[in-house]
């Protein structure tokens, strides 16, 4: 009483408004009045209206009505706006007494008030006569009697829960504020309206059989907004809001964050874990339906919701489960022992429910990390925002993904953590004897590798076999032998044998041996059924010098027979040909496109840039990404540089799998070899999503289109790789789209699955298997798999095998 605090007890409402009573008395007990009431000493007098007409009580029915817009609604079912005169003046006379005045109580007391106001306001020059008398003239309608708590219209959603809530949010993160705060939520009426019609019929239908009265609904949004809140069957009969003032035990719904705490330990979907019964506290744990696995993933155990799994997990990690708790957004106590696994703690709905969508925002904003590099962006926000994140693994993610962006050869990469290592294989006997052949290679050796045990070996030295052996007839019988046993059909494959490939080597490697014979066979064999041979005979025409069959050939039905033969001619003739290139630049096929392409650059014919500019355009509408080489090609032809090429731009949206792959998920894919041509057999990749994430999502997505089945491995160089998953059978045809580099820290050993590119960033979504360790191809390849099981089937693959289907296992 002692200090003059206010120069009008408009201050002093508003102050109180400000919810600083308790504030005030700590401040008089403190001497520190000054500080408490500086929002108020802040503003000018209009402001202190404000602030005072949007908090002061306007009386209500159950429960107080505070500022003016939750006293329109109440009352007159609408928005302070929306008033008419007389209703403004209802709400105006209310401040003095609102209990006596209030409307819903004793309307005509309050309509004769309110008439008494505005007849002082006309004499006062604040109003106008005119819309005083239409004042006098309108019926006082009320809306109907409900809760006097924010948030309600007459005969709409109960959004009391929701703004109740949210008002508490609002001062808990701000605080006490000078002037009127304005708060945007999430809410969506549409939704609030469905989860009331939804948990109303929940309850009539089955309340009573399990004699359960209440429950709760919230909804939020997959980045954690809260767009709608039903706290039970009806606010206006229980003003209580179980979503956030009822705790309960979650029971198995708590199990994901023991699974996060492992995963955050280095734990991963593959390992294992026991679901078996086990001890704690004296009882025994063990399954709801009393069934049993033995050892199995923790994903198989989080799908089953073992509760020893659980257990297991949790022994010597609360603390850590209940940091992973606590940092998405539980806040209640949790105990401080395995038990917590079971969900013995209790917390509220909407706890719940925020922690999993936390959980939900965590994998929100990696995908937008993801997708950022995936775009090339390196000005997301969501990437400075990762690299700030309390998951190490977020982090992790974004810092690479910055790297990469930043830095085309990813050199931040050996500063990064190790990642696991693949599978070591041992090597089979056979390709250390292939190994040791080489170009200085006596003709003996070559001889005795002709008569290998493994095909690989004997073909290798065919390919070796060269005009220093001509002599060598026992080495010459060997090879016609294969040509003459030359397969006029498509016979099946056996493992370890071969078809038309001995034919083939033997073919090209005659020609060297015996020309004179080979210039006579070639037009027979120049005829037969399998492309595979009329492209060896191309070869062997480039060793004979033979155009006129190389001019045949370039016309031939198979493109990768016309481009063999065309970059022959190329050799050959040079720009002599430049007729036949031309003409070869017209068609449709990448090969034979390609390779003509080649040949014409540095022509001297003044037609071929226009005519090259024009088969560009073409090719650019075509709108394949993985044809680069053939518009390279066209470009250089037309004297112009790579760099003018134009890629389609359209990338279709990254598949959400990217995600769980970049934590860890463990995704393996079956390849089943054609019994027919491709010597039957399976083996399994295991996607590495720790390393390349988007180049594995995308790799999973085609997988699931089927894209790769009845494709063939077109490269195999069984020192070295095998390549395959093109449509067309060769090295240039790929996906239409780009797959973006992932360099990582694998530095591609024995077994890892690499991707085909066509330079930096160009992905074309044919694989590679290393068939050694070939530690060079690391900078400039990603890894984006690894072999686990049947590396013997991958050994003993044939250029041309095919594969029957590519299917997820797991």
């Not at 690479?400 to 190790?418: E, M, N, Q, V, Y």
């Not at 033997?506 to 120049?526: E, F, I, N, T």
Request: charge should be positive; glycine fraction near 8%; charged fraction near 25%.
């Amino acid at each position: 009483a002692q200090y003059a605090l206010f120069d009008s007890s408009l201050h002093q409402q508003a102050t109180e408004q400000l919810s600083l009573e308790a504030d005030l008395r700590r401040a008089i007990e403190s001497d520190q009045l000054s500080l408490v009431f500086q929002p108020i000493f802040d503003l000018g007098k209009r402001e202190v209206l404000e602030v005072y007409l949007n908090s002061v009580p306007f009386g209500g029915d159950r429960v107080v009505v505070h500022g003016v817009q939750a006293a329109a609604r109440v009352y007159f079912g609408k928005y302070a706006e929306e008033l008419t005169v007389l209703e403004a003046a209802v709400l105006a006379q209310l401040l003095p007494a609102p209990n006596r005045y209030n409307p819903h109580k004793a309307p005509d007391l309050a309509r004769e008030r309110a008439l008494r106001l505005l007849q002082r306001m006309v004499r006062a020059g604040r109003l106008s006569a005119a819309a005083e008398l239409t004042a006098q003239r309108q019926e006082l309608r009320v809306a109907p009697s409900i809760s006097g708590l924010p948030g309600y219209f007459a005969g709409g959603p109960q959004l009391a829960w929701y703004a109740l809530w949210a008002r508490d949010e609002a001062r808990r993160t701000v605080g006490p504020q000078a002037g009127v705060l304005t708060v945007a939520t999430t809410l969506r009426p549409g939704i609030q309206a469905a989860a009331e019609r939804a948990l109303g019929q929940t309850l009539r239908r089955h309340g009573k059989e399990h004699a359960i009265g209440q429950g709760a609904v919230v909804v939020l949004s997959h980045a954690g907004d809260v767009l709608a809140m039903v706290g039970g069957r009806d606010f206006r009969a229980l003003e209580w809001n179980n979503a956030t003032q009822a705790r309960r035990q979650p029971g198995s719904a708590f199990k994901p964050f023991v699974w996060a705490a492992a995963l955050e330990r280095g734990l991963t979907a593959a390992s294992r874990v026991l679901d078996r019964p086990i001890e704690l506290g004296g009882v025994t744990i063990g399954n709801h339906d009393g069934r049993y696995r033995g050892e199995v993933t923790l994903g198989t155990a989080l799908a089953w919701s073992s509760n020893p799994a659980a257990v297991r997990l949790a022994r010597g990690h609360v603390p850590q489960i209940v940091e992973v708790a606590h940092r998405l957004g539980i806040v209640s106590p949790l105990v401080d022992d395995a038990g917590i696994a079971l969900g013995t703690s209790e917390v509220t709905l909407l706890e719940l429910t925020s922690a999993y969508a936390a959980a939900a925002a965590d994998s929100a904003l990696l995908y937008r990390v993801l997708a950022a590099e995936d775009r090339g962006d390196t000005t997301d926000a969501a990437l400075a925002r990762a690299t700030r994140h309390g998951d190490p693994r977020v982090r992790l993610v974004a810092t690479r993904a910055l790297g990469r962006l930043r830095d085309p050869t990813f050199a931040l990469r050996d500063s990064l953590p190790p990642v696991a290592a693949a599978p070591v294989w041992p090597e089979p006997a056979w390709r250390l004897r292939l190994r040791a052949l080489g170009r200085g290679t006596d003709c003996g050796t070559l001889r005795r590798a002709l008569a290998d045990s493994a095909w690989p070996v004997r073909l290798r030295a065919a390919d070796l076999a060269g005009q220093r052996c001509a002599g060598d007839s026992a080495a010459i019988g060997l090879l016609r032998g294969w040509l003459d046993r030359a397969p006029v059909d498509a016979p099946v494959r056996e493992p370890g044998g071969v078809t038309w490939h001995a034919a083939a080597h033997a073919l090209v490697a005659l020609a060297r041996l015996d020309p004179a014979r080979m210039r006579d066979a070639l037009p027979g064999l120049a005829v037969k059924p399998r492309w595979q041979l009329r492209r060896a005979v191309a070869r062997a025409a480039l060793v004979l010098a033979d155009t006129a069959r190389l001019r045949a050939l370039a016309a031939d039905r198979d493109p990768n027979v016309q481009e063999e033969a065309i970059a022959a001619l190329a050799t050959l003739t040079g720009h002599a040909s430049d007729e036949l290139y031309l003409r070869a630049i017209e068609g449709d096929r990448v090969p034979p496109v390609r390779a003509a392409a080649e040949a014409l650059a540095g022509s001297p014919r003044p037609d071929v840039a226009p005519r090259a500019m024009a088969a560009f355009r073409r090719w650019v509408r075509r709108g394949n990404a993985s044809e680069r080489d053939v518009r390279v090609a066209l470009l250089k032809a037309a004297g112009r540089p790579a760099s003018d090429d134009e890629p389609p731009a359209a990338r279709s949206a990254l598949p959400r799998d990217a995600v769980a792959l970049a934590l860890g998920a463990d995704v393996r894919l079956r390849v089943t070899m054609d019994r027919a041509s491709g010597g039957g057999g399976s083996f399994v990749v295991r996607l590495r999503g720790d390393v390349a994430p988007i180049m594995a999502a995308r790799i999973l997505e085609l997988v699931r289109r089927r894209y790769y089945d009845g494709l063939t491995w077109h490269r195999v160089e069984h020192d070295f790789v095998i390549q395959g998953g093109s449509p067309g059978a060769n090295e240039y045809v790929g996906w239409k789209e780009y797959l973006r580099d992932e360099l990582g820290t694998l530095a591609h050993p024995r077994g890892t699955v690499g991707m085909s590119t066509r330079g930096h960033d160009t992905g074309d979504a044919q694989w590679f298997v290393n068939l050694r360790d070939n530690a060079r191809l690391r900078t400039d390849y990603t890894v984006f798999g690894e072999v686990v099981e049947g590396i013997e089937v991958v050994d003993g693959v044939m250029e041309g095998d095919a594969i029957a289907s590519i299917r997820v296992v797991r």
